[in-house]
């Protein structure tokens, strides 16, 4: 059935707004029994990959030229390597440094979602240790005061880490307090609820499923609307001079 080429994907030089009608599945070097879509690349204009990756039971995700971040939405996945072996259940993570060699299997039929970036190095600075937790069991802030804001962040804010993986939790009717506009590049995946997101100047209606890349820069806020609290999982650099190594 097809829906006479309408869709509230879109593309902008600034963003990207992809819903799941538009995924595509695709595959890469050493993946077996699972296929990714690719939400951004640097093919897009950022300077990190973002893909949900779709495992049959035992399937397998391939080597990585970058830092890896993985993030479990359904299922279990198995990493091995880099220190050991452990099992990521549902709302667990795991980030492995560039260079370490590891295997990531499903233990079952999985979903998950992979963030990977090329490491940028800083002389004297040892590049961050791998780290492995689960959401649920991550502490909370509010965001700027705001109690019905919450920002869990995944990963350490020191400069041994080149970028952020943070969740946020908006209660019903919950919003930014600002438009901001910075720096920093985002890859965001709705997890739960939804909202409107503003990119730019495009106000777009937003649910659980969909990703949003904003460009550097680009003007954005979100608001949210319904009545369960609305959830997503955010990247951005972090920690790093624009003009690179100082
Ligand atoms: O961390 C952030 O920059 C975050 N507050 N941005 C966002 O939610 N769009
Ligand atoms: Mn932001």
Not at 37 to 45: F, S
Request: with cysteine; proline share 5%.
């Amino acid at each position: 059935m097809h829906n006479l080429g309408m869709t509230r994907s879109s593309y902008q030089r600034t963003h990207l707004l992809q819903t799941p009608d538009t995924f595509i599945r695709t595959t890469m070097p050493g993946m077996k029994g699972a296929n990714a879509i690719v939400h951004t690349a640097p093919q897009l204009g950022a300077a990190f990959t973002e893909y949900t990756v779709e495992f049959e039971s035992a399937g397998v995700l391939g080597p990585t030229p970058a830092q890896r971040f993985v993030y479990v939405l359904e299922g279990a996945l198995k990493v091995e390597g880099n220190g050991g072996s452990r099992v990521l259940a549902q709302h667990g993570y795991g980030y492995i440094p560039q260079g370490a060699v590891h295997t990531i299997t499903a233990t079952e039929k999985s979903k998950a979602v992979v963030i990977e970036k090329k490491y940028a190095a800083l002389t004297g600075v040892a590049c961050g240790a791998a780290i492995y937790g689960d959401a649920a069991s991550v502490a909370s802030t509010s965001l700027m005061g705001d109690a019905d804001l919450q920002v869990q962040t995944l990963l350490p804010e020191s400069v041994e880490y080149d970028f952020a993986v943070n969740l946020m939790s908006y209660e019903p009717g919950a919003a930014l307090s600002m438009v901001e506009i910075h720096v920093m590049e985002h890859g965001l995946l709705m997890l739960e609820g939804g909202g409107i997101y503003r990119l730019d100047d495009c106000w777009y209606p937003v649910t659980a499923g969909d990703f949003i890349w904003m460009a550097p820069y680009c003007p954005q806020w979100f608001g949210a609307i319904g009545k369960t609290r609305a959830r997503y999982l955010i990247y951005k650099d972090s920690n790093r001079h624009p003009l690179g190594e100082v």
